[in-house]
């Protein structure tokens, strides 16, 4: 490890290329022009855009994605004529039911635990950059590392489905149906993962940079 | 870029420095020894790194992950077998039943990130690692290597495989599921992938841009 320089690089009017991390000082540009990278071309920013609104809208839709993807099925086990919804839960419950503990327990982290954990998560580092926050924000910043590596794996089911619908085609004795709950699940898997990237977990040490203006 | 902005410049102090990705605290770069890290003190995210042969180790293990990324999508994942009935399911199969039931959304869903991300990831690689081994610059290949970042977070071979191993293990109890070569290749080609991600530092690519500024 190698002591800083006691400076942000924003407060050098340096801005980081998120593409090629190459550092370069900000001018004044005239009105609706762009900084682009020298090396590589991106949009220059400070900060990332409208990080916050961005990450506020797609955490609240999430939400409300949240809903319909636990509510509604997300297959449909069609056998003898008689058909069988699933949700996300019950898929868990079912392989409890057929002993397969550890599978269940995956199933249910992967595909309940990591989303909600996550919408938390999102929104706790959102009221707390809001609130201007001085506590404790390297903690925060590897909370909010977790919350961006993590998300990737509830697409778990949504694969799940994909497979067991191309495989069980055996006419009338059985066949599995893919449900509109897998397409609302794997929207709050995208959304999040969309918020996550929005977030600049630099909002959270700006805080600390202005002490006397709270 | 051809059209270097002239309000920005990297101003060569700035060359010198890097910012933290996480906290935005600055610091001044210094020579690494092969294989070591520099991380930022105050949130200890990684700052930079320096790998032995990362272009060479990087194109080789790429060249690897294409051939298993073509196993992993030709041969059949899973062998389905009830009451003398016999189905096989590959990659592309599990995409095609979803689009034929309607759910062309989720359809696509699956076949980005299960297909099209990892396999536009590695060919973006091959694309600017291949002729800068044999000391070319490809065309536009900063745009291309900016892509590989991008691409990133929606590749999920590793995901799906897990996804593939649910299926297995939910319907082996009530028929004969055998599993196929593509469900070899694909655990191989994880092993390999994440190795690709490992061998490669970004920071050696981006420096052979700096000449044409
Ligand atoms: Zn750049
Ligand atoms: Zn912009
Ligand atoms: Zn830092």
Known sequence: MNPGLPITAARAALARCHACHLLSRMKPLPPGSHAHCPRCGAALHLRKPDSLARAWALTLAAYILYIPANTLPIMTVVSMGHGEPDTILSGVRVLIAGGLWPLALLVFFASVVVPVLKLFALTYLLVSVWRKSRWRPRDRTVLYRITEAVGRWSMIDVFMISILVALVKLGAIATIEPGAGALAFASVVIVTMFAAMSFDPRLIWDALENPDER | ?213
């Not at chain 2, 060249?63 to 592309?92: E, H, K, T, W």
Request: net charge positive.
């Open chain 2, 1 to 213: 870029m051809n059209d270097p902005n002239p309000a920005t410049f990297s101003a060569s102090a700035a060359d010198a420095l890097v910012a933290c990705h996480d906290c935005d605290l600055l610091y001044r770069k210094r020579p690494l020894r092969e294989g070591e890290k520099a991380r930022c003190a105050r949130c200890g995210a990684l700052l930079y790194t320096r790998k032995p042969n990362s272009i060479e180790r990087t194109l080789t293990l790429a060249l690897a992950a294409l051939i298993l990324f073509a196993l992993a999508n030709i041969y059949p994942l899973l062998d389905f077998q009830f009451q003398g009935r016999a189905q096989q399911s590959s990659v592309l199969s599990g995409v095609r039943e979803l689009y034929a039931q309607g759910m062309w959304t989720l359809a696509m869903v699956v076949f980005v990130a299960s297909i099209l991300a990892p396999l536009l990831k590695l060919l973006a690689l091959l694309y600017v690692l291949l002729p800068l081994h044999f000391g070319r610059r490809p065309w536009r290949m900063a745009q291309v290597f900016r892509w590989i970042e991008t691409l990133h977070p929606w590749a999920m071979t590793e995901v799906y495989l897990l996804g593939v191993l649910v299926a297995f293990v939910k319907l082996s109890d009530i028929a004969t599921i055998v599993p196929g070569v593509a469900l070899y290749s694909f655990a191989a080609l994880i092993v390999v992938m994440a190795a690709t991600d490992a061998a490669l530092e970004p920071e050696a690519i981006w420096e052979r841009l700096e000449p044409c500024r």
